[in-house]
């Protein structure tokens, strides 16, 4: 069939189905594309032909193939009309079920206190697509209305061919989550969601034309009040430039060194970890130079920001696939993380301070050297793949604040700027030992998309107040598109290995453009005096 004009259009069905001889089912794949399997109910009144709306489909300008295949029984397909469908006017709210839905998902009424007439219901695989009319091209506000009552799920969407992840948080309800911003075309555009792990429901969107935004506003002050001039300097700094360009990072120096043999630039940000400083690696024979190669970054002009992957502290299985070096893992340990925080008398429990206290003597040797350090214990703990994160938010926010308190109080850290990593509003431990939050976001081989629904899940997290930075991703945004999102990631900082050298996640050519982007800082764009400049600290 040909049609003017790509877009959705409704399909309808003239068939012929024997007297007498009950429903019959085909189905039908548009442009090689399986679309769905219909039910052919029989003709009323005992005809026997009868003309059926279908369905819904995305057809090009210009020819396209629909073909049908026999299902169950006999019966003949007379004729095929298709008629543009009307779209919702902008500013407007779309029904998952007057979408186009494939594979598994499904239209169900079965649950209650959706709108509309039904909701779309993902089991596996398939895909919903929707077809929103702009007045204007520019970014879109998405709200989603979902249901999801049996753990956190996440969806893929896919929107005029770029890709994003949405979490949808457990709900035992009807409720909405902000699905970030979406760059769309005047005119016709789709938005397809296509499944992850698990059951979930998609009721509705919403879409609105943004608003201009207002100008952050944070305070320049660490939450340590005690923190040293080079802290509160750069503190100052990294307020200064948020919102205004993005700061590169990588992990290891290996990489970093990396980066500035491909590009003629070094990342701004060096990341490193404090993993081999775990006593009960270091047990084992484990050492480290990375407190080392950290104070000479510093020297040389870079920022510096650890991870640490905290070895459990007793327990350890060390058996082929759970060894002992992989104690940071929820699998390769028996350690209750839980357990411990109960009972402060416990061994488990001054296994946990003497940990801390050995992780602080090399921090100590940071804020010796005059080296602040964006801290990021804990990180990725509602994965729950790392021990501190197994038993839950609860045990994880404890942890973190105890963490905190005994650098703070008993060890006297003051060079610490102090990075939450988790987007979840029941995983966040408080404002008051929180300087930036921050998402690991691992999107898919050469997908550069700005990320901006988990940039504005953490701005919408912390109320503005906070900055948030990209603690980990593969793909690195592109910054065209960093910018035309307000996607204002403080930081990315891109893992190591293949994630930054197999040119399949970042192409060189990619990593060229991000490197000598003018919204992108390099090491050798830092002021001078970053840690000392008195005009960035607190005023």
């Given at each position: 069939?040909?049609v003017?004009t790509?877009?959705?259009?409704?399909?309808?069905?003239?068939?012929?189905?024997?007297?007498?001889?009950?429903?019959?089912?085909?189905s039908?794949?548009?442009?090689?594309?399986?679309?769905?399997?219909?039910t052919?109910?029989?003709?009323?009144?005992?005809?026997?032909?009868n003309?059926?709306?279908?369905?819904?489909?995305?057809l090009?300008?210009?020819t396209?193939?629909v073909?049908?295949?026999?299902?169950?029984?006999?019966?003949?397909i007379?004729?095929?009309?298709v008629?543009?469908?009307s779209?919702?006017a902008?500013n407007?709210?779309?029904?998952?079920?007057?979408?186009?839905?494939?594979?598994?998902v499904?239209?169900?009424?079965?649950?209650?206190g959706?709108s509309?007439?039904?909701y779309?219901?993902?089991k596996g695989?398939?895909?919903?697509t929707?077809?929103?009319?702009a007045?204007?091209?520019?970014?879109y506000?998405?709200?989603?209305?979902y249901?999801?009552?049996?753990?956190?799920k996440?969806?893929?969407?896919?929107?005029?061919?770029?890709?994003?992840e949405?979490s949808?948080?457990t709900?035992a309800?009807?409720?909405e989550?902000?699905?970030?911003?979406l760059?769309?075309n005047?005119g016709?555009n789709?938005?397809?969601?296509n499944?992850?792990?698990?059951q979930?429901?998609?009721?509705?969107?919403?879409l609105?034309?943004?608003?201009?935004l207002?100008l952050?506003?944070?305070?320049k002050?660490?939450v340590?009040p005690?923190?040293t001039?080079?802290t509160?300097?750069?503190?100052?700094?990294?307020?200064?430039?948020?919102?205004?360009?993005?700061?590169?990072?990588?992990?290891?120096?290996?990489?970093?060194?990396?980066?500035?043999?491909?590009?003629?630039?070094?990342?701004?940000?060096?990341?490193?970890?404090?993993?081999?400083?775990?006593?009960?690696?270091?047990?084992?024979?484990?050492t480290?130079?990375?407190v080392d190669?950290?104070?000479?970054?510093?020297?040389?002009?870079?920022?510096?920001?650890?991870?640490?992957?905290?070895?459990?502290p007793?327990g350890?299985h060390?058996?082929?696939?759970?060894?002992?070096?992989?104690?940071?893992?929820?699998?390769?340990?028996?350690?209750?993380?839980?357990?411990?925080?109960?009972?402060?008398?416990?061994?488990e429990?001054?296994?946990?301070?003497?940990?801390?206290?050995?992780?602080?003597?090399?921090?100590?040797?940071?804020?010796?050297a005059?080296?602040?350090v964006?801290?990021?214990?804990?990180?990725e703990?509602e994965?729950?793949?790392?021990?501190w994160?197994a038993?839950?938010?609860?045990?994880a926010?404890?942890?973190?604040?105890?963490?905190?308190?005994?650098?703070?109080h008993?060890?006297?850290l003051?060079?610490?700027?102090?990075?939450?990593?988790s987007?979840s509003?029941?995983?966040y431990?408080?404002d008051?030992?929180?300087d930036?939050?921050?998402?690991d976001?691992?999107n898919?081989?050469?997908?550069y998309g700005?990320?901006?629904?988990?940039?504005?899940?953490?701005?919408?997290l912390?109320?503005?107040?906070?900055?948030?930075?990209?603690?980990e991703?593969?793909p690195i945004?592109?910054?065209?598109l960093?910018?035309?999102?307000?996607?204002?990631w403080?930081?990315?900082?891109?893992?190591?290995?293949?994630?930054?050298r197999n040119?399949?996640?970042?192409?060189?050519?990619?990593?060229?453009?991000?490197?000598?982007?003018?919204?992108?800082i390099?090491?050798?764009?830092?002021?001078?005096?970053?840690?000392?400049?008195?005009?960035?600290?607190?005023?």
């Amino acid at each position: 069939m040909n049609v003017p004009t790509a877009g959705l259009y409704k399909l309808s069905l003239g068939y012929y189905i024997p007297a007498n001889t009950g429903s019959k089912d085909t189905s039908f794949e548009v442009n090689g594309t399986m679309a769905e399997s219909i039910t052919l109910v029989p003709p009323p009144g005992g005809a026997v032909v009868n003309e059926k709306l279908v369905s819904k489909i995305m057809l090009n300008a210009g020819t396209n193939e629909v073909t049908f295949s026999r299902g169950w029984g006999y019966y003949g397909i007379e004729y095929v009309k298709v008629e543009f469908a009307s779209l919702p006017a902008t500013n407007s709210k779309i029904e998952a079920e007057d979408g186009v839905i494939t594979g598994e998902v499904s239209t169900e009424t079965a649950s209650t206190g959706y709108s509309g007439t039904g909701y779309a219901a993902f089991k596996g695989t398939g895909s919903l697509t929707l077809a929103y009319d702009a007045a204007s091209s520019g970014l879109y506000n998405l709200a989603i209305g979902y249901s999801n009552p049996n753990s956190d799920k996440k969806t893929h969407m896919v929107v005029n061919g770029q890709t994003s992840e949405i979490s949808l948080p457990t709900t035992a309800s009807n409720t909405e989550v902000s699905g970030g911003k979406l760059m769309l075309n005047s005119g016709n555009n789709t938005i397809q969601f296509n499944p992850d792990l698990g059951q979930y429901h998609i009721d509705y969107i919403k879409l609105s034309a943004v608003l201009p935004l207002k100008l952050h506003q944070i305070e320049k002050k660490p939450v340590n009040p005690d923190a040293t001039m080079e802290t509160e300097a750069l503190m100052g700094y990294l307020v200064d430039v948020y919102g205004d360009k993005i700061l590169s990072g990588q992990h290891t120096l290996e990489d970093a060194q990396w980066i500035k043999d491909q590009t003629g630039k070094y990342p701004a940000m060096l990341s490193t970890d404090m993993m081999d400083y775990s006593p009960s690696r270091v047990e084992h024979g484990a050492t480290s130079t990375e407190v080392d190669k950290a104070i000479q970054w510093a020297k040389e002009g870079g920022i510096v920001t650890f991870v640490w992957h905290w070895n459990a502290p007793k327990g350890l299985h060390d058996i082929p696939g759970k060894e002992w070096y992989r104690g940071f893992y929820t699998e390769a340990t028996t350690f209750d993380v839980q357990y411990a925080l109960n009972h402060p008398e416990s061994e488990e429990y001054q296994l946990i301070l003497r940990d801390i206290d050995a992780i602080a003597a090399q921090l100590k040797r940071l804020q010796d050297a005059h080296v602040p350090v964006l801290w990021r214990p804990l990180h990725e703990a509602e994965g729950r793949w790392f021990w501190w994160g197994a038993q839950g938010p609860d045990s994880a926010k404890q942890l973190y604040r105890i963490m905190y308190d005994r650098l703070t109080h008993y060890h006297h850290l003051n060079n610490l700027i102090w990075v939450w990593n988790s987007e979840s509003p029941e995983w966040y431990p408080g404002d008051d030992v929180v300087d930036i939050v921050s998402v690991d976001i691992y999107n898919p081989a050469a997908n550069y998309g700005p990320s901006i629904g988990k940039y504005d899940s953490l701005v919408n997290l912390v109320q503005d107040k906070k900055l948030v930075g990209l603690s980990e991703n593969g793909p690195i945004g592109d910054p065209e598109l960093l910018q035309a999102y307000s996607a204002h990631w403080l930081f990315f900082t891109t893992w190591t290995g293949d994630f930054v050298r197999n040119g399949q996640y970042n192409s060189l050519d990619h990593l060229i453009k991000v490197f000598n982007s003018d919204y992108v800082i390099t090491r050798d764009e830092l002021p001078q005096d970053l840690f000392t400049s008195s005009k960035n600290e607190a005023e």
